[in-house]
């Protein structure tokens, strides 16, 4: 089977037409949905967003996080963290980001963001 994208909210933006018409043959991780719909405008948007999540939960690629997922992720954090290897704000902001990385190698996808 080849690997599928598991898109991370930072791609959505800068290429939002191209992710729309791949969203159904995506993995998408509950944590994307999530930062999607919390800071979605207009009630289409929101509309748009809550179809999105009953296709890919009834397609099986709605990638939701596992307690052990959540627990191994804020080990690894923990870690950089410890060894001082980047500020405190930017850690905080890879938590999600590495998060939805543990979930597309999980999954035997790929990470599909912007690359910032």
Known sequence: MAKLPVFDTSIFSPYK??????????LLPSIMLYELTAT??????????????????????LLLPTRIDW???AKAIRRLYLK??????????????ALIARLAVKNKGFVAGDGH
């Open 84 to 97: 001082k290897t980047a500020p405190v704000s930017k850690l905080k902001t890879l938590q999600n980001d």
């Open 40 to 61: 979605s405008i207009d009630e289409s948007t929101l509309k748009k967003y809550d179809r999105w999540r009953m296709a890919l939960t009834q397609n099986d690629r």
């Open 17 to 26: 037409k191209q992710v729309e018409k791949e969203i159904a043959f995506a």
């Open 71 to 73: 627990w191994e992720t």
